[in-house]
């Protein structure tokens, strides 16, 4: 199983980013799928989720509105679109995998991709 992630940078408040979850190794349109972040010092905070066919989707209250996730079974890949980006959301993102089924145990997590947002 190997989750991958990329898309990160540096952004100026304000601006978007595109991350993308390249995953391999399972049956990815089978596993409803999250992105996690980690501030620094801080612990994980989960930020969204969505289902096997991406018909359901859940945000936190932090990014809901301005952070959407969105999935490619085709493609095996997982896709967060950051726009509206704040200082606040300055962190390493994780993709991860559910285990049995959203808001379950996170079973494989990829290497994280930097966001940094900043003037």
């Known amino acids: 199983v190997q989750l991958v992630e990329s898309g990160g940078g540096m952004v100026q408040p304000g601006g978007s980013l595109r991350l993308s979850c390249a995953v391999s190794?399972?049956?990815?349109?089978?596993?409803?799928m999250s992105w996690v972040r980690q501030a620094p010092g801080k612990g994980p905070e989960w930020v969204s989720a969505?289902?096997?066919?991406?018909?359901?989707?859940y945000y936190s209250d932090s990014v809901n509105g301005r952070f959407t996730i969105s999935r490619d079974n085709a493609k095996n890949t997982l896709y967060l679109q950051m726009n509206s980006l704040k200082p606040e959301d300055t962190a390493l993102y994780y993709c991860?995998?559910?285990?049995?089924?959203?808001?379950?145990?996170?079973?494989?997590w990829g290497q994280g991709t930097q966001v940094t947002v900043s003037s």
């Open positions: 190794g399972f049956t990815f349109s089978s596993y409803d």
């Open positions: 991860a995998r559910y285990a049995d089924y959203w808001g379950g145990t996170l079973d494989y």
């Open positions: 969505i289902n096997t066919g991406g018909g359901s989707t």
